[in-house]
Nanobody
């Protein structure tokens, strides 16, 4: 069984920064890709950023230049550095980890609230 544990969410003023972390653990598990989605009330879940074990990244347009995703393959841990936060970034952020085959695992979610 693979478990993902997230940390780093919280309340911050607009223009501030937060760093999210997500560690995946499980016997023999090695992530091929990890990333972050978010879900705001009244909106659909949306991809925020993804990264492969080789370091290839992808971001949604609205966070480019403000968010940076990184991965520590040895620790199966993904990070999301969020700078210049805006109220529209407010959401529950979920990390995921994809291993071999079609298995995708999800974290429990961490709340990010940006006040104006």
């Amino acid at each position: 069984q693979v478990q993902l544990v997230e940390s780093g969410g919280g309340l911050v003023q607009a223009g501030g920064s937060l760093r999210l972390s997500c560690a995946a653990s499980g016997s023999g598990f090695s992530a091929n890709a990890m990333g972050w989605y978010r879900h705001a009330p009244g909106k659909q879940r949306e991809m925020v950023a993804t990264i492969t074990s080789g370091g290839s990244t992808r971001y949604r347009d609205s966070v480019k230049g403000r968010f940076t995703i990184s991965i520590d393959n040895a620790k199966n841990t993904v990070y999301l550095q969020m700078n210049s936060l805006k109220p529209e970034d407010t959401a529950v952020y979920y990390c995921y980890a994809a291993g071999g085959g079609l298995n995708v695992y999800w974290g429990q979610g961490t709340q990010v609230t940006v006040s104006s």
